[in-house]
Protein backbone atom coordinates (compact mmCIF):
# COMPACT_ATOMS: atom_id res chain seq x y z
CA UNK A 1 0.00 0.00 0.00
CA UNK A 2 1.02 3.17 -0.77
CA UNK A 3 1.92 6.13 1.85
CA UNK A 4 2.98 9.07 2.65
CA UNK A 5 5.55 10.81 5.61
CA UNK A 6 3.41 14.07 6.27
CA UNK A 7 4.46 16.01 9.48
CA UNK A 8 5.61 13.35 11.51
CA UNK A 9 2.28 10.54 10.79
CA UNK A 10 2.20 7.74 8.14
CA UNK A 11 -0.85 8.55 6.12
CA UNK A 12 -2.33 6.20 3.94
CA UNK A 13 -5.66 6.04 2.13
CA UNK A 14 -6.86 4.37 5.88
CA UNK A 15 -6.32 7.30 7.97
CA UNK A 16 -6.60 10.40 5.32
CA UNK A 17 -9.18 12.13 7.99
CA UNK A 18 -6.05 13.13 10.15
CA UNK A 19 -4.53 15.40 7.27
CA UNK A 20 -5.48 18.49 8.57
CA UNK A 21 -5.22 20.08 5.14
CA UNK A 22 -8.01 19.88 3.15
CA UNK A 23 -6.12 20.56 -0.56
CA UNK A 24 -3.46 17.60 0.66
CA UNK A 25 -6.31 15.40 1.61
CA UNK A 26 -8.50 15.97 -1.35
CA UNK A 27 -5.12 15.17 -3.59
CA UNK A 28 -4.49 12.14 -1.87
CA UNK A 29 -7.92 10.90 -2.17
CA UNK A 30 -8.01 11.49 -6.02
CA UNK A 31 -3.98 10.16 -6.15
CA UNK A 32 -5.02 6.57 -3.91
CA UNK A 33 -8.47 6.24 -6.15
CA UNK A 34 -8.97 4.21 -9.18
CA UNK A 35 -8.62 6.90 -11.45
CA UNK A 36 -5.70 7.22 -14.22
CA UNK A 37 -5.52 10.59 -14.26
CA UNK A 38 -5.93 13.65 -11.85
CA UNK A 39 -7.85 16.82 -13.09
CA UNK A 40 -5.74 20.23 -12.36
CA UNK A 41 -6.12 23.74 -13.18
CA UNK A 42 -3.61 25.95 -14.41
CA UNK A 43 -2.55 28.91 -13.17
CA UNK A 44 -4.40 31.39 -15.75
CA UNK A 45 -0.84 33.61 -16.50
CA UNK A 46 -1.50 33.69 -20.18
CA UNK A 47 -5.39 33.39 -20.33
CA UNK A 48 -8.54 32.57 -18.33
CA UNK A 49 -7.46 29.03 -15.71
CA UNK A 50 -8.67 26.27 -17.35
CA UNK A 51 -8.84 22.15 -16.23
CA UNK A 52 -7.35 19.65 -17.72
CA UNK A 53 -6.33 16.07 -17.03
CA UNK A 54 -3.30 15.04 -16.45
CA UNK A 55 -2.03 10.96 -16.04
CA UNK A 56 -0.72 9.92 -12.66
CA UNK A 57 1.52 8.17 -15.21
CA UNK A 58 2.65 11.09 -16.13
CA UNK A 59 3.16 12.98 -12.83
CA UNK A 60 5.19 9.88 -11.45
CA UNK A 61 7.27 10.04 -14.49
CA UNK A 62 7.55 14.02 -13.66
CA UNK A 63 8.73 12.73 -9.88
CA UNK A 64 11.35 10.44 -11.17
CA UNK A 65 12.78 12.97 -13.50
CA UNK A 66 13.25 15.12 -11.13
CA UNK A 67 14.89 12.87 -8.29
CA UNK A 68 16.89 11.66 -10.25
CA UNK A 69 18.29 15.35 -11.50
CA UNK A 70 19.15 16.41 -7.96
CA UNK A 71 20.32 12.88 -6.73
CA UNK A 72 17.54 12.19 -3.61
CA UNK A 73 17.42 9.52 -1.69
CA UNK A 74 14.64 7.56 0.39
CA UNK A 75 14.40 9.82 3.72
CA UNK A 76 14.76 13.23 2.28
CA UNK A 77 13.74 15.99 4.35
CA UNK A 78 11.53 17.70 2.37
CA UNK A 79 9.36 21.28 2.83
CA UNK A 80 5.86 21.45 1.40
CA UNK A 81 5.03 25.26 1.04
CA UNK A 82 2.91 25.40 -1.88
CA UNK A 83 -0.74 25.09 -2.06
CA UNK A 84 -1.69 21.55 -2.94
CA UNK A 85 -4.52 22.39 -5.29
CA UNK A 86 -1.96 23.66 -7.76
CA UNK A 87 0.42 21.09 -9.98
CA UNK A 88 3.63 22.85 -8.18
CA UNK A 89 2.36 21.92 -4.77
CA UNK A 90 0.70 17.96 -5.83
CA UNK A 91 4.42 17.17 -7.47
CA UNK A 92 5.85 17.84 -4.08
CA UNK A 93 3.67 15.36 -2.46
CA UNK A 94 3.59 12.67 -5.61
CA UNK A 95 7.83 13.01 -5.20
CA UNK A 96 7.64 12.52 -1.49
CA UNK A 97 5.21 9.40 -2.10
CA UNK A 98 7.64 8.11 -4.67
CA UNK A 99 10.52 9.05 -3.19
CA UNK A 100 9.75 7.87 0.25
CA UNK A 101 10.48 11.02 1.50
CA UNK A 102 9.44 13.09 4.97
CA UNK A 103 7.37 15.99 4.45
CA UNK A 104 6.71 18.64 6.17
CA UNK A 105 3.74 20.82 5.39
CA UNK A 106 3.81 24.39 6.43
CA UNK A 107 0.78 26.89 5.40
CA UNK A 108 0.88 28.46 1.96
CA UNK A 109 1.50 32.30 2.07
CA UNK A 110 4.08 34.52 0.71
CA UNK A 111 6.28 33.87 3.66
CA UNK A 112 6.55 30.58 4.59
CA UNK A 113 10.02 30.56 6.37
CA UNK A 114 7.61 32.68 9.25
CA UNK A 115 6.74 29.34 9.99
CA UNK A 116 9.60 27.81 10.39
CA UNK A 117 11.50 27.12 13.32
CA UNK A 118 14.92 28.19 13.53
CA UNK A 119 16.50 24.53 14.20
CA UNK A 120 14.53 22.92 11.21
CA UNK A 121 16.52 22.26 8.18
CA UNK A 122 15.77 20.03 5.27
CA UNK A 123 16.90 18.68 1.80
CA UNK A 124 14.18 20.05 -0.63
CA UNK A 125 12.06 22.80 -0.58
CA UNK A 126 9.94 24.29 -4.38
CA UNK A 127 9.22 28.28 -3.71
CA UNK A 128 7.56 30.82 -5.85
CA UNK A 129 9.30 33.83 -5.88
CA UNK A 130 7.72 35.89 -3.70
CA UNK A 131 8.34 33.85 -1.40
CA UNK A 132 12.08 33.46 -1.54
CA UNK A 133 11.85 37.21 -1.85
CA UNK A 134 9.94 37.81 1.20
CA UNK A 135 11.82 35.34 3.51
CA UNK A 136 15.12 37.31 2.21
CA UNK A 137 13.93 40.35 4.13
CA UNK A 138 15.22 39.03 7.26
CA UNK A 139 18.14 37.92 8.54
CA UNK A 140 16.19 35.23 10.34
CA UNK A 141 14.53 34.12 7.17
CA UNK A 142 17.70 34.32 5.56
CA UNK A 143 18.94 31.55 7.95
CA UNK A 144 16.25 29.41 7.44
CA UNK A 145 16.40 29.58 3.86
CA UNK A 146 20.06 28.32 4.59
CA UNK A 147 19.24 25.58 6.41
CA UNK A 148 17.43 24.12 2.87
CA UNK A 149 20.30 21.95 0.75
CA UNK A 150 18.24 22.76 -2.43
CA UNK A 151 15.31 25.30 -3.23
CA UNK A 152 13.79 25.07 -6.92
CA UNK A 153 11.64 28.27 -7.84
CA UNK A 154 9.32 28.36 -10.24
CA UNK A 155 5.80 30.15 -10.64
CA UNK A 156 6.93 32.63 -12.63
CA UNK A 157 10.52 34.21 -14.05
CA UNK A 158 12.84 35.50 -11.27
CA UNK A 159 13.83 39.04 -11.47
CA UNK A 160 16.74 40.22 -11.73
CA UNK A 161 17.08 42.25 -8.17
CA UNK A 162 15.81 38.43 -6.75
CA UNK A 163 18.72 36.51 -8.28
CA UNK A 164 21.54 39.31 -6.92
CA UNK A 165 19.65 38.79 -3.58
CA UNK A 166 20.36 35.14 -3.95
CA UNK A 167 24.02 35.38 -4.44
CA UNK A 168 23.92 35.45 -0.73
CA UNK A 169 22.51 32.30 -0.05
CA UNK A 170 24.61 29.71 0.83
CA UNK A 171 22.17 26.85 -0.32
CA UNK A 172 21.59 25.61 -3.99
CA UNK A 173 18.66 27.92 -6.11
CA UNK A 174 17.20 26.43 -9.37
CA UNK A 175 15.07 28.00 -11.54
CA UNK A 176 12.25 26.19 -13.21
CA UNK A 177 10.87 26.08 -16.93
CA UNK A 178 7.44 24.42 -17.22
CA UNK A 179 4.02 24.36 -16.70
CA UNK A 180 0.92 22.76 -15.99
CA UNK A 181 0.73 20.91 -19.24
CA UNK A 182 4.32 19.64 -18.80
CA UNK A 183 3.70 18.31 -15.31
CA UNK A 184 5.68 20.91 -13.37
CA UNK A 185 9.13 22.00 -14.89
CA UNK A 186 10.99 20.36 -17.89
CA UNK A 187 14.41 22.20 -17.44
CA UNK A 188 16.19 24.09 -14.60
CA UNK A 189 18.81 26.81 -14.63
CA UNK A 190 20.85 27.63 -11.33
CA UNK A 191 20.34 31.00 -10.02
CA UNK A 192 23.33 31.22 -7.57
CA UNK A 193 26.94 30.31 -6.96
CA UNK A 194 29.76 29.69 -9.23
CA UNK A 195 27.47 27.19 -11.11
CA UNK A 196 25.12 30.29 -11.92
CA UNK A 197 23.43 30.39 -15.81
CA UNK A 198 21.28 31.68 -17.76
CA UNK A 199 20.68 28.48 -19.65
CA UNK A 200 17.73 26.30 -18.72
CA UNK A 201 19.45 22.75 -18.46
CA UNK A 202 16.67 19.94 -19.63
CA UNK A 203 15.85 16.88 -17.74
CA UNK A 204 16.47 13.46 -19.14
CA UNK A 205 13.65 12.53 -21.62
CA UNK A 206 12.72 15.90 -22.82
CA UNK A 207 13.06 16.39 -26.42
CA UNK A 208 12.68 20.46 -27.46
CA UNK A 209 12.42 22.46 -30.91
CA UNK A 210 11.33 25.59 -32.10
CA UNK A 211 8.91 27.08 -34.73
CA UNK A 212 9.08 29.77 -36.95
CA UNK A 213 8.84 32.03 -34.50
CA UNK A 214 11.92 30.57 -32.22
CA UNK A 215 8.95 29.36 -29.49
CA UNK A 216 9.36 26.42 -27.77
CA UNK A 217 8.38 23.05 -29.11
CA UNK A 218 8.60 20.58 -26.48
CA UNK A 219 8.15 16.33 -27.59
CA UNK A 220 8.18 14.39 -23.77
CA UNK A 221 5.47 11.83 -24.79
CA UNK A 222 6.15 10.20 -20.58
CA UNK A 223 4.38 13.41 -19.73
CA UNK A 224 2.12 14.70 -22.51
CA UNK A 225 0.60 12.81 -25.53
CA UNK A 226 1.13 15.38 -28.11
CA UNK A 227 3.98 17.96 -28.76
CA UNK A 228 3.25 21.31 -26.65
CA UNK A 229 3.60 24.45 -28.82
CA UNK A 230 4.40 27.05 -26.39
CA UNK A 231 4.47 30.95 -26.70
CA UNK A 232 8.17 31.39 -24.87
CA UNK A 233 10.58 32.49 -27.35
CA UNK A 234 14.23 30.90 -26.84
CA UNK A 235 17.56 30.49 -28.15
CA UNK A 236 19.66 27.03 -27.60
CA UNK A 237 22.71 27.47 -26.20
CA UNK A 238 23.95 23.78 -26.46
CA UNK A 239 22.44 20.69 -27.40
CA UNK A 240 20.09 20.47 -24.40
CA UNK A 241 20.09 23.80 -22.94
CA UNK A 242 18.28 26.55 -23.88
CA UNK A 243 18.50 30.46 -23.07
CA UNK A 244 14.44 32.13 -22.35
CA UNK A 245 14.11 35.44 -24.10
CA UNK A 246 10.26 36.18 -23.04
CA UNK A 247 6.91 35.28 -23.66
CA UNK A 248 6.10 35.99 -27.91
CA UNK A 249 2.62 37.15 -26.95
CA UNK A 250 4.43 40.42 -24.91
CA UNK A 251 7.20 41.53 -27.92
CA UNK A 252 6.59 44.60 -28.69
CA UNK A 253 7.40 45.71 -32.28
CA UNK A 254 7.98 49.56 -32.58
CA UNK A 255 9.24 50.27 -36.13
CA UNK A 256 10.17 46.59 -37.73
CA UNK A 257 11.98 46.84 -34.24
CA UNK A 258 11.13 43.32 -31.76
CA UNK A 259 11.52 43.75 -28.30
CA UNK A 260 11.77 41.17 -26.16
CA UNK A 261 10.21 43.23 -22.40
CA UNK A 262 11.70 40.47 -20.29
CA UNK A 263 15.27 40.97 -21.45
CA UNK A 264 15.05 44.99 -21.42
CA UNK A 265 13.74 44.48 -18.14
CA UNK A 266 17.24 42.86 -16.83
CA UNK A 267 18.76 46.02 -17.52
CA UNK A 268 16.38 48.39 -16.27
CA UNK A 269 16.34 46.04 -13.13
CA UNK A 270 19.82 47.96 -12.17
CA UNK A 271 18.38 51.03 -12.23
CA UNK A 272 14.96 50.47 -10.37
CA UNK A 273 15.47 48.63 -7.14
CA UNK A 274 12.73 50.01 -4.95
CA UNK A 275 8.91 48.76 -6.82
CA UNK A 276 7.90 46.52 -8.94
CA UNK A 277 7.34 47.48 -13.06
CA UNK A 278 7.43 45.68 -16.29
CA UNK A 279 7.83 47.12 -20.07
CA UNK A 280 5.12 47.46 -21.73
CA UNK A 281 3.48 49.45 -25.48
CA UNK A 282 1.24 51.64 -26.82
CA UNK A 283 0.15 52.37 -30.04
CA UNK A 284 1.51 54.36 -32.00
CA UNK A 285 0.72 56.25 -35.72
CA UNK A 286 4.43 55.97 -37.29
CA UNK A 287 6.23 53.15 -35.01
CA UNK A 288 3.05 50.63 -34.47
CA UNK A 289 4.04 50.20 -31.11
CA UNK A 290 6.13 52.46 -28.50
CA UNK A 291 7.42 51.06 -25.15
CA UNK A 292 6.01 52.44 -22.17
CA UNK A 293 7.56 51.84 -18.40
CA UNK A 294 4.51 50.60 -15.76
CA UNK A 295 5.55 51.29 -12.58
CA UNK A 296 3.79 49.90 -9.53
CA UNK A 297 2.83 52.36 -6.72
CA UNK A 298 2.85 56.03 -6.04
CA UNK A 299 3.44 58.58 -9.00
CA UNK A 300 6.74 59.80 -9.14
CA UNK A 301 7.05 64.07 -9.21
CA UNK A 302 7.88 65.51 -12.71
CA UNK A 303 11.50 66.46 -11.62
CA UNK A 304 12.36 62.24 -10.66
CA UNK A 305 10.21 61.13 -13.78
CA UNK A 306 11.97 62.94 -15.77
CA UNK A 307 15.41 62.00 -14.40
CA UNK A 308 14.60 58.45 -14.53
CA UNK A 309 12.99 58.39 -18.43
CA UNK A 310 16.37 60.23 -19.28
CA UNK A 311 18.48 57.80 -17.52
CA UNK A 312 16.49 54.84 -19.11
CA UNK A 313 17.12 56.45 -22.53
CA UNK A 314 21.12 56.58 -21.62
CA UNK A 315 21.68 53.07 -20.67
CA UNK A 316 19.09 51.11 -22.58
CA UNK A 317 19.40 50.37 -26.64
CA UNK A 318 18.60 52.20 -28.97
CA UNK A 319 14.93 52.38 -29.49
CA UNK A 320 14.44 50.48 -26.23
CA UNK A 321 13.35 52.77 -23.76
CA UNK A 322 10.26 54.08 -22.68
CA UNK A 323 9.18 57.90 -22.98
CA UNK A 324 6.35 56.99 -21.19
CA UNK A 325 5.73 56.20 -17.84
CA UNK A 326 2.52 54.37 -16.64
CA UNK A 327 1.12 53.95 -12.98
CA UNK A 328 -0.79 51.22 -11.40
CA UNK A 329 -1.22 51.39 -7.63
CA UNK A 330 -0.96 47.14 -7.27
CA UNK A 331 0.11 44.90 -10.18
CA UNK A 332 -2.93 42.11 -10.60
CA UNK A 333 -1.56 38.75 -10.01
CA UNK A 334 -2.54 34.97 -10.51
CA UNK A 335 -3.52 32.62 -7.34
CA UNK A 336 0.51 31.63 -7.73
CA UNK A 337 1.80 35.32 -7.73
CA UNK A 338 3.02 36.16 -11.40
CA UNK A 339 2.37 39.75 -12.45
CA UNK A 340 -0.64 40.00 -15.00
CA UNK A 341 0.53 42.55 -17.56
CA UNK A 342 -2.30 45.17 -18.30
CA UNK A 343 -2.45 48.98 -18.67
Same mark, same amino acid.
Given at each position: M???????????A????????????????????????????T???????????????????????????????????????L???????R?M??R????Q??IT?????????????????F @???A???L??????????????????KT??????????R??????G?????Y?????????????????????????Y????G??? /??????? =?I? /???H?H??? =?IT? /????????N????????D????????????E?V????????? @????YL???? @?????Q????VL?? /??? @?????????????????R????????????F??????K??R??
Amino acid at each position: MEQLRLDGKIITAANLHEVGDPFIREFLSLWWSNEDHIIVTTSGSTGKPKSIAIKKSSMLASAQATISFFGLHANTKALLCLPAQYIAGRMMLVRAIVGQWEITSVRPDSNPAEHLFAEQSF @DFAAMIPLQISNALESNEGKQKLNAIKTIIIGGGESSERLIRKLQGLQCSCYATYGMTETVSHIALRKLNSQEKSESYTLLKGIRV /DVDDRSC =LII /DAPHLHDER =LITN /DVVEFTDLNKFRWLGRADHVINSGGLKIHPEQVEKQIAEIIT @DRRFYLSAKP @DDVLGQRPVLVLEG /DIL @DKHTEKMLLSHLKESLPRNQSPAEIVYINTFKETPTGKVIRSI
